[in-house]
Protein backbone atom coordinates (compact mmCIF):
# COMPACT_ATOMS: atom_id res chain seq x y z
CA UNK A 1 0.00 0.00 0.00
CA UNK A 2 2.80 2.58 0.81
CA UNK A 3 4.81 1.79 -2.13
CA UNK A 4 1.56 1.94 -4.51
CA UNK A 5 1.12 5.54 -2.45
CA UNK A 6 4.43 6.46 -3.64
CA UNK A 7 4.07 5.58 -7.00
CA UNK A 8 1.40 7.85 -7.23
CA UNK A 9 2.82 10.77 -5.96
CA UNK A 10 5.88 10.21 -8.05
CA UNK A 11 3.39 10.18 -11.19
CA UNK A 12 1.36 13.37 -9.73
CA UNK A 13 4.91 15.03 -9.91
CA UNK A 14 5.74 14.01 -12.92
CA UNK A 15 2.47 15.45 -14.09
CA UNK A 16 3.18 18.96 -12.33
CA UNK A 17 7.13 19.28 -13.85
CA UNK A 18 4.96 18.89 -17.27
CA UNK A 19 2.39 20.69 -16.42
CA UNK A 20 5.02 23.71 -15.77
CA UNK A 21 7.42 22.67 -18.41
CA UNK A 22 4.66 23.64 -20.70
CA UNK A 23 3.93 27.05 -19.61
CA UNK A 24 7.05 27.84 -19.69
CA UNK A 25 7.88 26.87 -22.89
CA UNK A 26 3.96 28.13 -24.22
CA UNK A 27 3.90 31.41 -22.47
CA UNK A 28 7.04 33.18 -24.24
CA UNK A 29 5.66 31.54 -27.25
CA UNK A 30 3.07 33.28 -27.16
CA UNK A 31 4.41 36.61 -26.21
CA UNK A 32 7.49 36.11 -28.96
CA UNK A 33 4.29 35.54 -31.79
CA UNK A 34 2.54 38.61 -30.47
CA UNK A 35 5.70 40.59 -30.73
CA UNK A 36 6.58 39.55 -34.05
CA UNK A 37 3.31 39.10 -35.26
CA UNK A 38 2.65 41.73 -37.62
CA UNK A 39 6.11 41.37 -39.93
CA UNK A 40 4.79 37.03 -40.05
CA UNK A 41 0.91 38.66 -41.21
CA UNK A 42 2.78 40.77 -43.76
CA UNK A 43 4.73 37.59 -44.88
CA UNK A 44 1.62 35.38 -44.98
CA UNK A 45 -0.37 37.46 -47.09
CA UNK A 46 2.06 39.49 -49.45
CA UNK A 47 4.76 36.70 -49.92
CA UNK A 48 2.25 33.30 -49.85
CA UNK A 49 -1.02 34.78 -50.84
CA UNK A 50 0.87 37.11 -53.05
CA UNK A 51 -1.97 40.21 -52.72
CA UNK A 52 -0.23 43.56 -53.22
CA UNK A 53 0.13 45.63 -50.17
CA UNK A 54 -0.91 48.46 -52.21
CA UNK A 55 -4.64 47.18 -53.08
CA UNK A 56 -7.49 47.43 -50.89
CA UNK A 57 -8.11 43.97 -50.90
CA UNK A 58 -4.51 43.29 -49.52
CA UNK A 59 -4.57 45.91 -46.83
CA UNK A 60 -8.03 44.91 -45.65
CA UNK A 61 -7.00 41.11 -44.97
CA UNK A 62 -4.04 41.91 -43.92
CA UNK A 63 -5.48 44.11 -41.02
CA UNK A 64 -8.13 40.99 -40.35
CA UNK A 65 -6.01 38.29 -39.74
CA UNK A 66 -3.69 40.51 -37.90
CA UNK A 67 -6.10 41.85 -35.38
CA UNK A 68 -8.16 38.51 -35.01
CA UNK A 69 -4.92 36.64 -33.99
CA UNK A 70 -3.55 39.62 -31.78
CA UNK A 71 -6.97 39.98 -29.82
CA UNK A 72 -6.78 35.84 -29.84
CA UNK A 73 -3.56 35.90 -27.50
CA UNK A 74 -4.68 38.71 -25.54
CA UNK A 75 -7.89 37.27 -24.77
CA UNK A 76 -6.38 33.77 -23.70
CA UNK A 77 -3.61 35.31 -21.60
CA UNK A 78 -6.02 38.20 -19.80
CA UNK A 79 -8.73 35.69 -19.43
CA UNK A 80 -5.68 32.79 -17.89
CA UNK A 81 -4.49 35.57 -15.75
CA UNK A 82 -8.31 36.44 -13.92
CA UNK A 83 -8.42 32.57 -13.53
CA UNK A 84 -5.43 33.16 -11.72
CA UNK A 85 -6.58 36.00 -9.37
CA UNK A 86 -9.55 34.35 -9.00
CA UNK A 87 -8.29 30.79 -7.43
CA UNK A 88 -5.99 33.19 -5.42
CA UNK A 89 -8.94 35.43 -4.29
CA UNK A 90 -12.90 34.23 -5.40
CA UNK A 91 -15.73 36.15 -4.46
CA UNK A 92 -16.47 34.30 -0.95
CA UNK A 93 -13.08 35.63 0.39
CA UNK A 94 -14.20 39.03 -0.41
CA UNK A 95 -17.24 38.55 1.48
CA UNK A 96 -15.41 37.56 4.40
CA UNK A 97 -12.87 40.43 3.86
CA UNK A 98 -15.34 43.21 3.23
CA UNK A 99 -17.82 42.27 6.36
CA UNK A 100 -15.18 41.43 8.87
CA UNK A 101 -12.71 44.73 8.40
CA UNK A 102 -13.40 48.09 8.94
CA UNK A 103 -12.67 49.44 5.59
CA UNK A 104 -12.80 53.38 5.96
CA UNK A 105 -14.88 53.99 2.27
CA UNK A 106 -12.24 51.71 0.69
CA UNK A 107 -14.90 49.28 0.64
CA UNK A 108 -16.45 50.73 -2.41
CA UNK A 109 -12.68 50.48 -4.12
CA UNK A 110 -12.34 46.91 -2.96
CA UNK A 111 -16.24 45.44 -4.46
CA UNK A 112 -15.68 47.61 -7.61
CA UNK A 113 -12.01 46.49 -8.12
CA UNK A 114 -13.26 42.78 -8.23
CA UNK A 115 -16.27 43.21 -9.93
CA UNK A 116 -13.31 43.95 -12.67
CA UNK A 117 -11.37 41.49 -12.09
CA UNK A 118 -14.12 38.59 -11.55
CA UNK A 119 -15.25 36.80 -15.32
CA UNK A 120 -18.81 38.48 -16.18
CA UNK A 121 -21.18 36.23 -16.26
CA UNK A 122 -24.74 37.44 -15.94
CA UNK A 123 -26.36 34.29 -14.94
CA UNK A 124 -24.05 34.96 -11.77
CA UNK A 125 -24.96 38.35 -10.96
CA UNK A 126 -27.94 37.40 -8.86
CA UNK A 127 -26.36 35.09 -6.48
CA UNK A 128 -23.80 37.41 -5.71
CA UNK A 129 -26.23 39.80 -5.17
CA UNK A 130 -27.95 37.76 -2.73
CA UNK A 131 -24.74 36.78 -1.18
CA UNK A 132 -23.49 40.24 -0.58
CA UNK A 133 -26.58 41.04 1.12
CA UNK A 134 -26.70 38.16 2.98
CA UNK A 135 -23.66 39.05 4.45
CA UNK A 136 -24.68 41.96 5.69
CA UNK A 137 -22.39 43.65 3.25
CA UNK A 138 -24.46 47.46 2.64
CA UNK A 139 -26.22 47.99 -0.52
CA UNK A 140 -23.66 50.36 -1.99
CA UNK A 141 -20.58 48.48 -1.55
CA UNK A 142 -22.80 45.92 -3.46
CA UNK A 143 -23.73 48.13 -6.46
CA UNK A 144 -20.34 49.36 -6.98
CA UNK A 145 -19.39 45.38 -7.98
CA UNK A 146 -22.83 45.04 -9.64
CA UNK A 147 -21.96 48.56 -11.82
CA UNK A 148 -17.89 47.47 -12.34
CA UNK A 149 -18.30 43.42 -13.63
CA UNK A 150 -20.39 43.60 -16.74
CA UNK A 151 -18.49 47.25 -17.53
CA UNK A 152 -14.82 45.80 -17.31
CA UNK A 153 -14.09 42.75 -17.49
CA UNK A 154 -11.58 40.18 -19.78
CA UNK A 155 -13.27 40.55 -23.10
CA UNK A 156 -13.07 44.22 -22.97
CA UNK A 157 -10.12 44.59 -21.50
CA UNK A 158 -8.26 42.50 -24.41
CA UNK A 159 -10.51 44.13 -27.32
CA UNK A 160 -9.36 47.38 -26.23
CA UNK A 161 -5.53 46.55 -25.73
CA UNK A 162 -5.37 45.21 -28.97
CA UNK A 163 -7.37 48.10 -30.84
CA UNK A 164 -6.62 50.75 -29.02
CA UNK A 165 -3.06 50.22 -27.08
CA UNK A 166 -2.84 49.85 -23.41
CA UNK A 167 -3.01 53.91 -22.51
CA UNK A 168 -6.72 53.94 -23.43
CA UNK A 169 -7.18 50.28 -21.84
CA UNK A 170 -6.10 52.28 -18.57
CA UNK A 171 -8.48 54.57 -19.43
CA UNK A 172 -11.04 52.57 -19.76
CA UNK A 173 -10.65 50.05 -16.52
CA UNK A 174 -9.62 52.93 -14.34
CA UNK A 175 -12.59 55.04 -15.57
CA UNK A 176 -14.97 52.30 -14.94
CA UNK A 177 -13.72 51.41 -12.08
CA UNK A 178 -14.06 54.67 -10.30
CA UNK A 179 -17.83 54.79 -11.80
CA UNK A 180 -18.69 52.12 -10.07
CA UNK A 181 -17.19 53.52 -6.45
CA UNK A 182 -18.72 56.71 -7.36
CA UNK A 183 -22.44 55.18 -8.54
CA UNK A 184 -22.34 52.42 -5.86
CA UNK A 185 -21.55 54.89 -3.03
CA UNK A 186 -24.59 57.64 -4.19
CA UNK A 187 -26.85 54.55 -4.30
CA UNK A 188 -25.47 53.81 -1.03
CA UNK A 189 -27.12 57.56 -0.20
CA UNK A 190 -29.86 57.12 -1.18
CA UNK A 191 -31.37 55.13 1.21
CA UNK A 192 -33.50 52.04 -1.26
CA UNK A 193 -33.13 49.27 0.70
CA UNK A 194 -37.02 49.62 1.14
CA UNK A 195 -37.07 48.54 -2.54
CA UNK A 196 -35.41 45.43 -2.67
CA UNK A 197 -37.78 42.26 -3.37
CA UNK A 198 -39.52 41.25 -0.20
CA UNK A 199 -37.86 37.85 0.34
CA UNK A 200 -34.48 40.05 -0.15
CA UNK A 201 -35.38 42.16 2.48
CA UNK A 202 -35.85 39.17 4.70
CA UNK A 203 -32.74 38.14 3.67
CA UNK A 204 -30.95 41.25 4.86
CA UNK A 205 -32.55 41.60 8.27
CA UNK A 206 -31.63 38.31 9.09
CA UNK A 207 -27.86 38.83 7.49
CA UNK A 208 -25.29 37.63 9.92
CA UNK A 209 -21.77 37.35 9.46
CA UNK A 210 -21.23 34.94 11.13
CA UNK A 211 -21.31 31.79 8.30
CA UNK A 212 -18.45 34.37 7.39
CA UNK A 213 -15.80 31.97 7.02
CA UNK A 214 -14.14 31.08 4.06
CA UNK A 215 -12.96 27.49 3.43
CA UNK A 216 -9.62 27.52 1.48
CA UNK A 217 -9.24 24.86 -1.69
CA UNK A 218 -7.93 21.95 -0.65
CA UNK A 219 -6.73 21.07 -4.28
CA UNK A 220 -3.15 22.59 -4.22
CA UNK A 221 -3.12 25.66 -7.20
CA UNK A 222 -0.40 23.74 -9.32
CA UNK A 223 -3.55 21.12 -9.48
CA UNK A 224 -5.68 23.74 -10.56
CA UNK A 225 -4.06 25.64 -13.27
CA UNK A 226 -5.27 23.40 -16.12
CA UNK A 227 -8.88 23.97 -15.45
CA UNK A 228 -7.89 27.43 -14.97
CA UNK A 229 -6.44 27.44 -18.31
CA UNK A 230 -9.18 25.28 -19.55
CA UNK A 231 -11.94 28.00 -18.53
CA UNK A 232 -9.51 30.73 -20.18
CA UNK A 233 -9.39 28.63 -23.63
CA UNK A 234 -13.15 28.87 -22.83
CA UNK A 235 -13.94 32.08 -22.94
CA UNK A 236 -11.34 32.61 -26.07
CA UNK A 237 -13.58 29.57 -27.99
CA UNK A 238 -17.09 31.34 -26.58
CA UNK A 239 -16.20 34.77 -28.09
CA UNK A 240 -14.30 33.37 -31.15
CA UNK A 241 -17.22 34.28 -33.77
CA UNK A 242 -17.94 37.51 -32.43
CA UNK A 243 -14.51 38.67 -32.88
CA UNK A 244 -14.30 37.62 -36.26
CA UNK A 245 -17.43 39.17 -37.35
CA UNK A 246 -16.76 42.32 -35.30
CA UNK A 247 -13.25 42.61 -37.03
CA UNK A 248 -14.78 41.45 -40.19
CA UNK A 249 -17.25 44.49 -39.67
CA UNK A 250 -14.95 46.70 -38.77
CA UNK A 251 -12.55 46.23 -41.86
CA UNK A 252 -15.55 46.25 -44.06
CA UNK A 253 -16.65 50.33 -42.68
CA UNK A 254 -12.78 51.23 -42.58
CA UNK A 255 -12.83 50.24 -46.47
CA UNK A 256 -16.53 51.91 -47.29
CA UNK A 257 -17.84 54.30 -44.54
CA UNK A 258 -16.52 57.90 -46.08
CA UNK A 259 -14.64 59.98 -43.58
CA UNK A 260 -17.24 62.87 -42.47
CA UNK A 261 -20.24 59.86 -41.88
CA UNK A 262 -19.91 60.05 -38.27
CA UNK A 263 -18.25 63.02 -37.04
CA UNK A 264 -21.12 64.88 -38.87
CA UNK A 265 -23.54 63.31 -36.20
CA UNK A 266 -20.83 62.78 -33.35
CA UNK A 267 -18.27 65.28 -33.66
CA UNK A 268 -17.11 66.69 -29.80
CA UNK A 269 -18.38 70.07 -30.33
CA UNK A 270 -21.77 68.71 -31.03
CA UNK A 271 -23.47 69.43 -27.31
CA UNK A 272 -25.73 65.90 -28.00
CA UNK A 273 -22.99 63.60 -29.11
CA UNK A 274 -22.56 61.87 -26.05
CA UNK A 275 -26.44 61.64 -24.99
CA UNK A 276 -27.58 60.39 -27.75
CA UNK A 277 -24.80 57.57 -28.36
CA UNK A 278 -25.42 56.73 -24.72
CA UNK A 279 -29.27 56.46 -24.75
CA UNK A 280 -29.07 54.68 -28.51
CA UNK A 281 -26.70 52.29 -26.89
CA UNK A 282 -28.66 51.08 -23.73
CA UNK A 283 -31.20 48.86 -25.61
CA UNK A 284 -28.30 47.76 -28.06
CA UNK A 285 -27.05 44.15 -26.50
CA UNK A 286 -23.50 43.45 -27.97
CA UNK A 287 -21.01 41.92 -26.30
CA UNK A 288 -17.53 43.45 -25.87
CA UNK A 289 -15.94 41.74 -28.63
CA UNK A 290 -18.37 42.52 -31.34
CA UNK A 291 -18.40 45.98 -30.47
CA UNK A 292 -14.94 47.40 -30.06
CA UNK A 293 -14.00 46.73 -33.38
CA UNK A 294 -16.75 48.50 -35.08
CA UNK A 295 -16.21 51.53 -32.26
CA UNK A 296 -12.21 51.66 -33.67
CA UNK A 297 -13.65 52.34 -36.77
CA UNK A 298 -15.71 55.69 -35.41
CA UNK A 299 -12.67 56.85 -33.63
CA UNK A 300 -10.67 56.57 -36.54
CA UNK A 301 -13.27 58.52 -38.45
CA UNK A 302 -13.01 61.11 -35.86
CA UNK A 303 -15.60 60.45 -33.83
CA UNK A 304 -14.05 61.31 -30.09
CA UNK A 305 -12.47 58.76 -27.68
CA UNK A 306 -14.78 60.04 -24.76
CA UNK A 307 -17.97 59.92 -27.35
CA UNK A 308 -16.77 56.14 -28.12
CA UNK A 309 -15.91 54.70 -24.64
CA UNK A 310 -19.47 56.44 -23.12
CA UNK A 311 -21.04 54.35 -26.08
CA UNK A 312 -18.90 50.71 -25.17
CA UNK A 313 -19.73 51.20 -21.29
CA UNK A 314 -23.28 52.02 -22.10
CA UNK A 315 -23.22 48.95 -24.68
CA UNK A 316 -21.73 46.37 -22.26
CA UNK A 317 -22.73 47.89 -18.77
CA UNK A 318 -26.63 48.10 -19.13
CA UNK A 319 -28.33 45.81 -20.94
CA UNK A 320 -32.22 45.05 -20.40
CA UNK A 321 -31.47 41.01 -20.02
CA UNK A 322 -29.74 42.34 -17.25
CA UNK A 323 -32.20 44.24 -15.81
CA UNK A 324 -34.95 41.88 -16.22
CA UNK A 325 -32.73 39.36 -14.39
CA UNK A 326 -32.55 41.41 -11.14
CA UNK A 327 -36.19 42.33 -11.19
CA UNK A 328 -35.87 38.92 -9.18
CA UNK A 329 -34.58 40.68 -6.72
CA UNK A 330 -35.38 44.55 -7.04
CA UNK A 331 -38.62 46.22 -7.19
CA UNK A 332 -38.77 47.91 -10.78
CA UNK A 333 -38.13 50.99 -9.54
CA UNK A 334 -34.59 50.43 -7.78
CA UNK A 335 -33.92 48.80 -11.53
CA UNK A 336 -34.56 52.55 -12.99
CA UNK A 337 -32.99 54.71 -10.51
CA UNK A 338 -29.81 51.84 -10.79
CA UNK A 339 -29.75 52.21 -14.79
CA UNK A 340 -30.68 56.19 -14.60
CA UNK A 341 -27.84 56.51 -12.16
CA UNK A 342 -25.23 54.74 -14.30
CA UNK A 343 -26.66 56.38 -17.52
CA UNK A 344 -25.98 59.90 -16.24
CA UNK A 345 -22.45 58.95 -14.85
CA UNK A 346 -21.71 57.34 -17.73
CA UNK A 347 -22.90 60.58 -20.32
CA UNK A 348 -20.39 62.45 -17.74
CA UNK A 349 -17.19 60.39 -18.11
CA UNK A 350 -18.33 60.80 -21.76
CA UNK A 351 -17.71 64.40 -21.83
CA UNK A 352 -15.09 64.54 -19.51
CA UNK A 353 -12.78 62.57 -21.91
CA UNK A 354 -13.50 64.69 -24.85
CA UNK A 355 -12.71 67.90 -22.72
CA UNK A 356 -9.40 66.32 -21.59
CA UNK A 357 -8.44 63.62 -24.30
CA UNK B 1 -25.24 9.21 -0.31
CA UNK B 2 -26.97 12.39 -0.73
CA UNK B 3 -26.05 14.81 -3.70
CA UNK B 4 -27.58 17.88 -4.94
CA UNK B 5 -26.13 19.91 -7.93
CA UNK B 6 -27.43 24.05 -7.24
CA UNK B 7 -27.77 26.17 -10.02
CA UNK B 8 -29.67 28.37 -11.73
CA UNK B 9 -29.48 27.10 -15.14
CA UNK B 10 -26.61 28.06 -16.61
CA UNK B 11 -24.55 25.94 -19.35
CA UNK B 12 -22.03 25.12 -16.60
CA UNK B 13 -24.55 23.93 -14.18
CA UNK B 14 -26.39 21.47 -16.62
CA UNK B 15 -22.91 19.92 -17.34
CA UNK B 16 -22.25 19.44 -13.89
CA UNK B 17 -25.11 17.39 -13.21
CA UNK B 18 -24.70 15.13 -16.19
CA UNK B 19 -21.18 14.51 -15.28
CA UNK B 20 -22.81 13.78 -11.58
CA UNK B 21 -24.93 11.24 -13.11
CA UNK B 22 -22.44 9.46 -15.11
CA UNK B 23 -19.53 9.14 -12.54
CA UNK B 24 -21.98 8.13 -9.88
CA UNK B 25 -23.39 5.47 -12.55
CA UNK B 26 -20.03 4.31 -13.30
CA UNK B 27 -18.50 3.90 -9.75
CA UNK B 28 -21.53 2.55 -8.86
CA UNK B 29 -22.59 4.80 -5.46
CA UNK B 30 -26.19 4.55 -4.33
CA UNK B 31 -27.04 8.13 -3.91
CA UNK B 32 -29.92 10.24 -4.50
CA UNK B 33 -29.00 13.66 -6.70
CA UNK B 34 -31.01 16.52 -6.98
CA UNK B 35 -30.63 19.57 -8.99
CA UNK B 36 -31.49 22.75 -6.82
CA UNK B 37 -32.52 25.47 -9.01
CA UNK B 38 -34.57 27.41 -6.50
CA UNK B 39 -32.12 30.76 -5.84
CA UNK B 40 -33.21 30.99 -1.95
CA UNK B 41 -32.69 27.32 -1.69
CA UNK B 42 -29.10 27.86 -3.49
CA UNK B 43 -28.07 30.78 -0.98
CA UNK B 44 -28.54 28.99 2.08
CA UNK B 45 -25.89 26.84 1.23
CA UNK B 46 -23.50 30.44 0.95
CA UNK B 47 -22.86 30.07 -2.32
CA UNK B 48 -22.48 32.80 -4.50
CA UNK B 49 -20.64 31.38 -8.04
CA UNK B 50 -22.90 28.41 -9.65
CA UNK B 51 -22.60 25.73 -9.97
CA UNK B 52 -22.03 24.40 -6.43
CA UNK B 53 -22.04 20.88 -5.64
CA UNK B 54 -23.59 19.70 -2.21
CA UNK B 55 -22.49 15.94 -0.96
CA UNK B 56 -23.92 15.46 2.19
CA UNK B 57 -25.19 18.55 3.26
CA UNK B 58 -21.92 20.03 2.83
CA UNK B 59 -20.40 22.47 -0.04
CA UNK B 60 -17.43 20.77 -1.74
CA UNK B 61 -17.58 22.74 -5.11
CA UNK B 62 -18.14 25.76 -5.96
CA UNK B 63 -18.22 28.14 -9.29
CA UNK B 64 -15.91 25.89 -11.57
CA UNK B 65 -16.56 22.71 -13.81
CA UNK B 66 -14.65 19.67 -12.24
CA UNK B 67 -12.43 17.43 -14.41
CA UNK B 68 -14.10 13.77 -14.16
CA UNK B 69 -11.01 12.30 -12.33
CA UNK B 70 -11.47 15.64 -9.47
CA UNK B 71 -15.04 15.03 -9.19
CA UNK B 72 -14.50 11.12 -8.87
CA UNK B 73 -12.11 12.20 -5.94
CA UNK B 74 -14.78 14.78 -4.51
CA UNK B 75 -17.31 12.01 -4.51
CA UNK B 76 -15.51 9.58 -2.69
CA UNK B 77 -13.71 11.60 0.32
Known amino acids: METYKIAVDNQERKKRAGLLASVIVVLPSLLLLYHYLSGLVDYLTFNLFMLQPESHLGQAINFFIYDTIKILILLFLISSLMGVVNAYFPVERLRV ?129 PAIIADGWGIVQKVLLYVIIGIAIGAAMHGYVPEDFFTEFLSAD ?24 VIQVFVAKGVPLGTAIAFMMAVVGLSLPEATLLKKVMKWKLIGIFFGTVTVFIILLGYLFNLFL | MDIKVLGTGCTKCKK ?55 LKELLTQ
Do not use: H
Not at chain 1, 110 to 116: D, L
Not at chain 2, 19 to 32: F, P, S, W
Open chain 1, 97 to 225: YLTTKKLFGLEYFFASFFGAVTPFCSCSSIPLFIGFVQGGIPLGVTFSYLITSPLVNEVAVAMFLGMFGVKSTLIYAGSGILLGMIGGYILGKLKLDSYLSDWVKEIQQNSTNENAKWENEKTPFIDRL
Open chain 1, 270 to 293: KWYAVPAAVILAVPMYANAAGIVP
Open chain 2, 16 to 70: LEELTREVVAEMGIEANIEKEEDIYKIMQYGVMRTPGLVVDGKVVLTGRLPKTKE
